[in-house]
């Protein structure tokens, strides 16, 4: 990423026709500082507060202390949905990751069909979660869905798909990974485009193989693109559940789709345990924050090192 | 197997997985289109195209529910979002890219930070605080929380830092204020950082669907996605076909604009790789 440098004279253009510094740059950055007190570092420390207490949305919130994580710790329910959440997050990021980079390569490679492929490849992340959500109902109806239709066009057995314990889960993360898989891929490709043609080349004049080019050069050299890539995929999946709204399962069949946001989104507004609810929020908040401290500290590592 | 046809069978191998990937890709959509137009008993088991083209699922499920409504909300709520984003974040970008003030770090800092802070978990305290402001069922709950992004400004910011200044000299000897220099020049000389930004933002607007599923209830105020999702919770058990033929119509118009400006969108995303 290039980081512009600030010019020497870094002495502004245009602070000194403005009278007082301060008050010369309050009207430009107040509108968004405003929208970011009021609806991101007002509402984190109101969820903290709240979770301290028995808020529901009726009467005034009551002082509860930590009975509010207490019990989230203790609830069958809230480990279930974290073990369902972290298996969900790895296995997706995984398969942005590995196969967002093979995906990059193929976009980069100059066949008839690049632009198609790049074009089909990013599609789904254009459609919306709803409408992808929608799609795939249909196409894992179990009862002689488009999936089992061909599944069984090939002799093998039909599938439950969403409607059974063990295949639910993955059928979320066959649709959230085709929905999402294109932005890793197309970073990836931004990232390939970067690597200067000459070093790659130079290795396959030394007799290099296009695997052994790969694996000790491309892939090292895209490190730093993977980092992002790993980043954006874990954040986003640790805390997505529009998937569960859409698809109706309720976090069902037996919990096997109860992701954390859809049990804070159940607890909030169905049963109204907004205390609760903001607890599991609060640790969700943590979980996120302590994965931005581990990629920082890598990062900062890397810039040490090379 | 010498290497001219061991690069041929190369070639021919690239060509035959990219047309794969891209077939596999666009399935689900093949899909969606056709079975928008079948019968509700030939959706299943029959044959690929639909025996007898099923115009009237689209008129059902337009009568069924205020499509229209829906499709102007998102529009409206979109475009308001992606203006005032470009808008706040301009503004700041500016001032941090091209003003000294005291706690200037602080304001670069806040911004930023932003990006750290999962929507998600904010869900319930900013739902009490659109309550508590009379929001629920308006715009102003749609939008409003949405008007500013952490990500544009930093990436304006970026964009401004790495426009010389020579051009800032020149306008000021032509007597420009600091707003006309800002939108006259500055903007349009990186019309590609905020077209990248613009796009991002409609499109992340126009899709949303936890928040304008928790601030409205009512038919009225509903974007095209929650209204598609409360639409589907009602007739999803008993007509599929009318439920893609609505899932048709909102999908469509984002296709269409997305594979006429294919590769605008692929840029703009690929700059979100910045973020990190």
Not at chain 1, 64 to 82: A, I, P, T, W
Not at chain 1, 159 to 178: C, D, K, N, Q, Y
Not at chain 2, 19 to 47: C, R
Request: glycine share 8%; net charge positive; proline share 6%.
């Amino acid at each position: 990423m290039a980081v512009a440098q600030r010019s020497p004279t870094a002495r502004s253009l245009w602070d000194g026709q403005l009278g007082a510094r301060l008050g010369g740059a309050i009207p430009y950055l107040l509108p968004a500082l405003a929208v970011f007190v009021l609806f991101a570092y007002y509402p984190l420390l109101r969820v903290l507060y709240l979770s301290f207490t028995d808020a529901d949305l009726l009467r005034s919130p009551r002082w509860v202390g930590l009975e509010n994580y207490q019990k989230m710790l203790l609830s069958r329910e809230f480990l279930g949905s974290l073990s369902v959440t972290t298996a969900f997050a790895l296995a997706v990021t995984a398969l942005e990751v590995g196969v967002g980079m093979a995906l990059a390569f193929l976009m980069q490679a100059k066949t008839r069909f690049q632009s198609l492929l790049r074009g089909a490849i990013f599609a789904p992340v254009v459609v919306s979660t709803v409408s992808a959500g929608l799609i795939w109902q249909y196409m894992m109806n179990p009862n002689g869905g488009p999936l089992n239709a061909g599944l069984q066009a090939v002799g093998l057995p039909p599938l439950g798909w969403l409607t059974h314990p063990e295949t639910a889960l993955a059928s979320v993360i066959l649709i959230s990974f085709w929905k999402g898989v294109g932005l890793p891929a197309v970073i990836y490709l931004a990232g390939l485009q970067a690597i200067p043609k000459e070093l790659q080349e130079a290795a396959r004049v030394d007799g290099a193989t296009a695997w052994q080019v790969a694996r000790r050069i491309t892939i090292p050299l895209l490190a730093p693109t993977t980092m992002v890539v790993l980043f954006l995929s874990l954040v986003g999946t640790f805390q997505s559940y529009g998937l569960i709204l859409v698809l109706r399962t309720e976090g069902g069949p037996v919990g096997a789709t109860n992701l954390l946001g859809y049990h804070i989104y159940q607890n909030a507004f169905q049963y109204f345990q907004m205390g609760y609810a903001c607890a599991v929020s609060v640790f969700l908040f943590l979980l996120l924050a302590g994965l931005a401290w581990v990629q920082f500290r890598l990062s900062e590592r890397r810039v040490h090192y090379q | 197997m010498n290497s001219k046809s061991r690069r041929w069978w190369g070639q021919l191998s690239l060509e035959g997985l990219s047309l794969l990937m891209a077939l596999l890709f666009l399935a689900p959509l093949l899909w969606l289109f056709l079975g928008a137009f079948k019968a509700p008993d030939g959706l299943f088991g029959g044959p690929l195209l639909p025996q007898e083209w099923k115009w009237e699922n689209f008129v059902e499920a337009w009568r069924s529910a205020p499509f229209g409504r829906f499709l102007l909300n998102s529009l409206v709520v979109s475009s308001l979002t992606t203006l005032s984003v470009g808008l706040t974040s301009a503004l700041a970008a500016f001032a941090l890219a091209r003003m000294e003030f005291p706690f200037k770090p602080l304001a670069f800092v806040l911004a930023l930070g932003t990006l750290m802070i999962p929507g998600d978990a904010l869900l319930i305290p900013n739902f009490l605080t659109i309550r508590n402001f009379g929001w629920i069922n308006s715009y102003w709950a749609l939008i409003v929380p949405f008007a500013a992004s952490g990500f544009g400004i930093f990436l304006l910011r970026n964009a401004f830092l790495q426009t010389p200044r020579e051009l800032d000299d020149s306008a000021r000897l032509d007597g420009a204020t600091p707003l006309t220099f800002l939108f006259r020049i500055l903007l349009p000389v990186n019309a590609p950082a905020l077209s990248a930004l613009s796009v991002l933002t409609f499109l992340s607007s126009w899709n949303a669907l936890v928040w304008p599923f928790v601030a409205t209830n009512r038919n009225e105020w509903r974007t095209a996605q929650v209204g598609l999702a409360s639409f589907n919770n009602i007739e999803g058990n008993t007509n599929i076909p009318v439920v893609l033929a609505a899932t048709f119509i909102v999908t469509v118009p984002v296709l269409l604009v997305y594979f006429l400006a294919q590769k605008w969108f692929i840029e703009s995303a690929a700059s979100s790789g910045l973020k990190g």
